[in-house]
T-cell receptor, first 111, second 112 residues
Framework: NAGVTQTPKFQVLKTGQSMTLQCAQDMNHEYMSWYRQDPGMGLRLIHYSVGAGITDQGEVPNGYNVSRSTTEDFPLRLLSAAPSQTSVYFC??????????FGSGTRLTVV | KNEVEQSPQNLTAQEGEFITINCSYSVGISALHWLQQHPGGGIVSLFMLSSGKKKHGRLIATINIQEKHSSLHITASHPRDSAVYICAVRGLYGGATNKLIFGTGTLLAVQP
């Protein structure tokens, strides 16, 4: 089925560990983005990309790194995990004036 | 003050009732999005609006650009409509058109 695939669905990390959250879409969407969702804060944009080789920062980029080597993939890297990065992470894609397609989310706990 | 405000924050309705969720924003926008998130679940895009009104099944979304206000209506509500409804806006110029600003959501519970 066409859509946005996020892996893993759940992850527990120790403080200081690094990891990569994967996001892939098969709809040939140019725009992809990462969000975190925290209770009482709503969703906030971390990083986004408007096409392969182009990325930019969102509202809360510190502690996260992204790259976009292909149209399909947009991984999010946590360089040195901190408890403040405990959250639910969503990847989304969009093409033109069509609405967003979200992945199913990754629930990350940093202990 | 948040750039996107939703009201009410929580809403309980009886099955069959007409429901209205409101969204006000303070910035110029290129588009407004309504999203639905079931408890513990993913996020689904319901509507994208830049003017006027859209309808999909029992859901209706309207926007008034001059008043910077949008409403999401649910007719003949059903328990399966129970979810968080999120309003989000995209900016009007330059890089802001690539960034969504979200409201904190409205938690709707429809009781049978």
């Amino acid at each position: 089925n066409a859509g946005v695939t996020q892996t893993p669905k759940f992850q527990v990390l120790k403080t200081g560990q690094s990891m990569t959250l994967q996001c892939a879409q098969d709809m040939n969407h140019e725009y992809m983005s990462w969000y975190r969702q925290d209770p009482g804060m709503g969703l906030r944009l971390i990083h986004y990309s408007v096409g392969a080789g182009i990325t930019d920062q969102g509202e809360v980029p510190n502690g996260y790194n992204v790259s976009r080597s292909t149209t399909e993939d947009f991984p999010l890297r946590l360089l040195s995990a901190a408890p403040s990065q405990t959250s639910v992470y969503f990847c989304a894609s969009r093409a033109g004036q069509i609405g967003y397609t979200f992945g199913s989310g990754t629930r990350l706990t940093v202990v | 003050k948040n750039e996107v405000e939703q009201s009410p924050q929580n809403l309980t309705a009886q099955e069959g009732e007409f429901i209205t969720i409101n969204c006000s924003y303070s910035v110029g926008i290129s588009a407004l999005h309504w999203l639905q998130q079931h408890p513990g679940g993913g996020i689904v895009s319901l509507f994208m609006l830049s003017s006027g009104k859209k309808k999909h099944g029992r859901l209706i979304a309207t926007i008034n650009i001059q008043e910077k206000h949008s409403s999401l209506h649910i007719t003949a509500s059903h328990p399966r409509d129970s979810a968080v409804y999120i309003c989000a806006v995209r900016g009007l110029y330059g890089g802001a058109t690539n960034k969504l600003i979200f409201g904190t959501g409205t938690l709707l519970a429809v009781q049978p």
